[in-house]
């Protein structure tokens, strides 16, 4: 499973401004509607299921949002970097600012866990997180987000 399958280039927003952990959440679904075709409530009110099982927020400022919806077939993801960190309620208590929203239709159980493995294994690599912070173009985050995690060799 690559970042390439679910992700697309419009679904990056490189300074998404949100003053909370609703406003972002709303900010997310509203651009993963465009992407799945699907109202923004709809995502909205499944990732505010999944968030009242326990937060997304991973800890070291990062947030996987993740949800199952019925009539989208296939997986999508939206990326999202914050110029300024918000309250997710994270495991560590730090605030996020870098997010990845993943969502997946009901029946894609493997897939589902495959690709939060994925997106999980990116973002606790510290090298990419710091250029990830560092870019302010949603096209160098695409780039770094899409790279394959296998560099060829020299």
Same mark, same amino acid.
């Given at each position: 499973? $690559? #970042?390439?399958?679910?992700?697309?280039?419009? /679904?990056?927003?490189?300074?998404?401004?949100?003053?909370?952990?609703? +406003?972002?959440? +709303?900010?997310?679904?509203?651009?993963? &509607?465009?992407? %799945?075709?699907? *109202?923004?409530? !709809?995502?909205?009110?499944?990732?505010?299921?999944?968030?009242?099982?326990?937060? %997304?927020?991973?800890?070291? /400022? #990062?947030?996987?949002? *993740?949800?199952?919806?019925?009539?989208?077939?296939?997986?999508?993801?939206?990326?999202?970097?914050?110029?300024?960190?918000?309250?997710? $309620?994270?495991?560590?208590?730090?605030?996020?600012?870098? #997010?990845?929203?993943?969502?997946?239709? $009901?029946?894609?159980?493997?897939? *589902?866990?495959?690709?939060?493995?994925? #997106?999980?294994?990116?973002?606790?690599?510290?090298?990419?997180? !710091?250029?990830?912070?560092?870019?302010?173009?949603? $096209? &160098?985050?695409?780039?770094?987000? %899409? +790279? !394959?995690?296998?560099?060829?060799?020299?």
């Amino acid at each position: 499973m $690559e #970042i390439a399958e679910i992700l697309s280039l419009k /679904g990056v927003l490189a300074n998404l401004k949100a003053g909370s952990k609703k +406003q972002l959440l +709303q900010e997310l679904a509203a651009v993963a &509607a465009k992407e %799945t075709g699907i *109202h923004e409530r !709809t995502i909205f009110d499944v990732l505010l299921e999944r968030e009242r099982l326990g937060s %997304t927020g991973v800890g070291k /400022g #990062i947030a996987i949002p *993740h949800g199952k919806l019925g009539d989208i077939d296939r997986l999508y993801g939206v990326f999202a970097r914050l110029p300024a960190a918000v309250d997710f $309620e994270a495991i560590d208590e730090q605030p996020v600012d870098l #997010i990845f929203l993943l969502l997946a239709p $009901e029946a894609a159980g493997a897939d *589902h866990l495959k690709a939060l493995a994925r #997106i999980s294994r990116l973002l606790r690599d510290d090298d990419v997180c !710091t250029r990830l912070r560092g870019s302010d173009h949603a $096209e &160098a985050l695409f780039a770094l987000l %899409t +790279q !394959t995690a296998e560099a060829p060799a020299a």
